[in-house]
């Protein structure tokens, strides 16, 4: 299974008090689905590259979440995760809750990609379903051992933290997990 080092909320770590903070349940079941995932899927895997399976054992344990791809990595993928095509932009999440209005993002291994994740999170808070946000609460699920050498955690911190100030979306949480085979 994969061991969870623990999560970060930036209710915690900013000083706004007006958002609501990250539902305790659904803390609890994302990070038991990300508990609950096999190690093997990081079997074979490499340095450099990335575990695709990854985001779909996550996907496989909350069944109320869209996954970006339909049925598999190889389906497609799903149109109720690509929360901007209706205004042309084709970017998706890797998992939605449109009933918890929660998005999950999974970095597996490009550190450049949490500023965009964030950026995700914050579009999805300023567009509007149904007089609501689409994004309330965006999920990070880092590894503290990038690429063996790098902790993607403490960088999706720092960026967290540098954009807190203009990140308009109530609680963005990060969980962060062990790699086994990263080194």
Same mark, same amino acid.
């Given at each position: ?5 623990? /999560? ?8 706004? *008090? ?23 899927? +990081? ?5 450099? *590259?990335? /575990? ?36 042309? +932009? ?36 300023? *567009?509007? *379903? ?13 590894? #503290? ?22 990140? +308009?979306?109530?609680?963005?949480? #990060? ?9």
């Amino acid at each position: 299974m994969v061991v969870v080092e623990g /999560v970060t909320k930036l209710s915690e770590r900013r000083t706004q *008090t007006s958002s609501e903070a990250f539902p305790d349940d659904a803390l609890a079941s994302i990070r038991a689905a990300v508990e609950a995932v096999p190690a093997s899927v +990081f079997d074979g895997s490499t340095k450099h *590259t990335e /575990v695709g399976g990854f985001d779909a054992a996550i996907a496989d344990r909350l069944s109320q979440y869209e996954y970006e791809y339909e049925g598999d990595a190889a389906g497609g993928y799903n149109p109720n995760c690509k929360l901007w095509s209706h205004q042309g +932009f084709h970017y998706s999440d890797d998992l939605y809750d449109a009933d918890a209005r929660i998005a999950i993002e999974v970095e597996k291994s490009k550190w450049k990609n949490v500023s965009d994740d964030l950026l995700k999170f914050q579009k999805g808070y300023r *567009t509007q *379903t149904d007089g609501r946000p689409k994004i309330e609460f965006g999920w990070l699920v880092v590894a #503290v051992n990038y690429l063996g050498r790098h902790n993607l955690y403490q960088h999706s911190l720092t960026k967290l933290d540098f954009m807190k100030s203009i990140l +308009f979306i109530d609680d963005v949480a #990060v969980i962060r997990y062990q790699n086994p085979n990263a080194g």
